[in-house]
């Protein structure tokens, strides 16, 4: 079976666990408190030098690391795999975008305030001005479409809704994006998350 280590406030953890779900993949949750340094301890680093999750163990014992990268691996021969090459590339773009200009942001911004403590005032301003300006580039993209790849769910939208269906945690209204609100609400239910 597979063993999926990650931490549950962790959007890149819980879309592992969603794409299992979603495939009907069996699998054994690790939970894996990184606020209590859980990937720090030498029986993880063992498996993970980076010391981060998510981290999942496969059947056959390797471990695999990095959300994407395991979304990818779980998916590949589904329909959260775009069939068409060229869908199949925008899907990567969306895929590669969330963790280079959208993550670092949203997602910090969130961890920073809800779990930090810190007050929305006392972001970086760089860190709400890209948050913004990501949520836009959503924006943007679904309101000219209900899905970011292949016309269906696929592997971008999971990945983009993980931290977007909590950016308000971070200080950002999803009321100023409303097409964005509408995507998280179809991509949550066909997910059947809450």
């Keep these: 079976m597979l063993k999926v280590y990650g931490d549950s ?4 953890c819980l879309k592992v666990k969603w794409v299992a779900e979603k495939l009907g993949a069996p699998y054994d949750w690790v ?38 990268a395991i979304i990818l691996h779980l998916a590949e021969g589904s329909d959260l795999i775009p069939g068409d090459s060229f869908e199949r590339a925008k899907m990567f773009e969306w895929l ?6 959208h993550e ?4 910090v ?36 479409t209900d899905y970011l ?25 999803l009321d100023d994006y409303p097409a964005v609100k509408v995507w998280v609400g179809r991509v949550e239910a066909e997910l059947n998350i809450a």
């Design 96 to 101: 590669f975008w969330e963790q280079y200009s």
């Design 31 to 68: 939970e894996t408190d990184v606020l209590a340094k859980a990937t720090r301890t030498p029986d993880f680093l063992a498996l993970n030098p980076a010391g981060q999750v998510p981290l999942v163990v496969l059947p056959d014992g390797r471990p695999l690391a990095q959300s994407n």
């Design 109 to 144: 911004a969130r961890f920073q305030v809800r779990y930090l403590g810190k007050a929305v005032s006392e972001l970086e301003p760089r860190v709400v001005e890209r948050g913004r300006a990501a949520l836009q580039r959503l924006e943007d993209a679904l309101k000219e």
């Design 104 to 107: 670092p942001y949203v997602a």
């Design 149 to 173: 790849a292949g016309g269906r769910l696929s592997l971008a939208d999971v990945a983009l809704v993980a931290y977007t269906r909590v950016a308000h945690e971070g200080g950002f209204d």
């Design 9 to 12: 406030i962790s959007g890149n």
